[in-house]
């Protein structure tokens, strides 16, 4: 009875460590998939602000265009109404 029952725990312990063995293999394998997960969402974030710069490069020079193009515009009319009182004040006499 007494050397059956040690090998019997003896066995029981021995299964438990191999389960034992086998959850931390897991939480290995999980941990590292966890560690892979964020490094891509890391890349994908580096990705992200790579693209934000270089679309903030163009919304820079379409706002620059815009401003040479009121600047244009303001001059263009100016010449536009000096080029009319001139006309408008010459006499004309027939």
């Known amino acids: 009875g007494d050397l059956s029952e040690e090998g019997v ?3 029981m312990q021995i299964q438990e460590d191999r389960i034992n063995e086998e959850i931390m293999r897991e939480r290995e394998e999980e941990i590292r998939n966890i560690h892979k997960g964020m490094h891509t969402v890391n890349e994908i974030y580096k990705d992200l602000a790579h693209l934000v710069d270089n679309q903030q490069e ?3 020079q379409i706002e620059n265009q815009m ?3 009121k600047d244009n515009t303001a001059s263009g009319l100016k ?3 000096k080029a009319n009182e001139a006309s408008s004040s010459q ?3 027939s």
């Open 9 to 11: 725990r003896w066995q």
């Open 67 to 69: 401003e040479n193009a």
């Open 79 to 81: 010449h536009i109404e």
């Open 91 to 93: 006499c004309v006499i």
């Open 58 to 60: 163009g919304v820079d």
